[in-house]
């Protein structure tokens, strides 16, 4: 999981240590990700329906000459969520604050970016299921009716006063809607599920990466990466590096398909796209558990991995290529689990069946 974890202690240090970041000092720091991040809807790749919808919405908004509704978009990491509200903002013509909500500790926090926003501006919120309580309150008036509602005094003393923000739009990103609070998921006009990419979209993202970056790459090649990205194009992004440098320092420079296969197999990235975190938890569930079920914290204390990591992970792919699945008993594999590990006990098999 090195590839994503790396890239998340990265944002998260940055972030925790400043509450705002304006996107393009992000950008600007991270020069991989600045040149193949997509600016505009045409380069943002897949998501049709989603980029229809949001088309739409951004015409409307314009032609009323208001800012857009607030936009949540959650699902598994990596799968262009932070990208598109880039892209809105580059639609829109407006700025982007980034922020991520465990830099929102302190009331003051959130109030300070909330004060510092101009209209039409849009604030975006990463893991925005971990905002505090405090915090979240804050935001409810922020969200419906654009105004600071502050208390001042103590006791019988008390005063609100309401101070009125400019008019801006929220997007919300996180991998987990479900620990949303209810009354924090209901104040967003549009929420958007970002699903896996498929194979042709993949292919797509690499062969416009690869031309970004000046590698030489055949469209065999570019399936070939695709296969095993998990169908998330930071992946995707990602193995398109590595397999250039094997094939710069091994071959001529140029991604065929032969080369794409046999740098990702000394990488040991299989052709599910599974590494050896995701091969280490089934076959700990499969050999130790009889298949399953079992509990997540028992699977990442014998795997030394943290709870969060496999959920949030590991876990969204497995689930949806039909790996592991989730009981009200824990994690168990699934037949196709036994086959694709090259197990043999079909004994075992027939038992799973029986759950
Ligand atoms: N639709 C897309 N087309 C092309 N490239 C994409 C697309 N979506 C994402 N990418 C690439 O994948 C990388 C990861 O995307 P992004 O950072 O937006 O994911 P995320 O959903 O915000 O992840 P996280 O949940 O970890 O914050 C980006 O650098 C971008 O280059
Ligand atoms: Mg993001």
């Known amino acids: 999981m090195s590839i994503i974890a790396d890239d998340d202690n990265f944002k998260k240090a940055r972030v925790e240590k400043n509450p705002v970041i304006k996107a393009e000092t992000i950008e600007f720091d991270k020069n991989f990700e600045n040149c193949i991040r997509p600016k505009t809807f045409d380069s943002y790749i897949g998501q049709s329906a ?8 951004i015409a409307a908004a314009k032609k009323r000459e208001l800012p857009l509704d607030h936009l949540l978009f959650y699902g598994p990491p990596g799968l262009g969520k932070t990208t598109l509200a880039g892209v809105i903002a580059e639609q829109m013509g407006v700025d982007i604050k980034i ?39 804050i935001l409810y008036p922020a969200m419906e009716d654009f105004v600071l509602d502050m208390t001042t005094g103590k006791s019988q003393t008390v005063k609100t006063l309401r101070i009125p ?75 398109v590096k590595r397999v250039a440098d094997f094939a710069l320092v091994k071959h001529d420079g140029k991604i065929t398909e032969t080369i794409a296969n046999e ?22 569930i ?38 592991l699945q989730r009981t009200p008993r824990g994690r168990k594999v699934s037949p196709e689990t036994y086959r694709h590990l090259g197990y043999k006990n079909i004994k075992t098999i027939d038992q799973q069946n029986l759950f």
């Open 165 to 239: 923000l400019p008019k801006f739009t929220l997007i919300g990103a996180t991998t987990k809607a479900g620990e949303l609070s209810g009354p924090l998921r209901d104040r967003f006009g549009i929420i958007h599920r970002l699903e896996f990419y498929t194979e042709d979209e993949l292919a797509r993202v690499i062969t416009r990466t690869a031309g970004i970056l000046d590698i030489e790459i055949t469209e065999e090649g570019a399936y070939a990466i695709a296969k095993r990205s998990r169908g998330t194009p930071r992946i995707a992004n990602r193995l």
């Open 286 to 323: 499969i050999e130790k558990y009889d298949g399953g079920p079992v509990g997540i914290e028992t699977i990442a204390a014998a795997i030394g991995e943290d709870v969060r990591t496999i959920e949030d992970v590991c876990e969204p792919y497995l689930l949806q290529a039909g790996l």
């Open 99 to 137: 922020t991520s909500a465990p830099a929102l500790e302190r009331p003051r926090d959130i109030i300070g970016i909330l004060m510092s926003l101009k209209g039409g501006e849009i604030l975006f919120i990463d893991e925005i299921h971990r905002l505090n309580k405090v915090a979240e309150e």
């Open 50 to 57: 989603l980029k229809e919808t949001l088309k739409i919405s």
């Open 263 to 284: 740098s990702l197999d000394i990488l040991k990235i299989d052709n599910f796209g599974l590494d050896n975190t995701d091969r280490s938890l089934l076959k700990l």
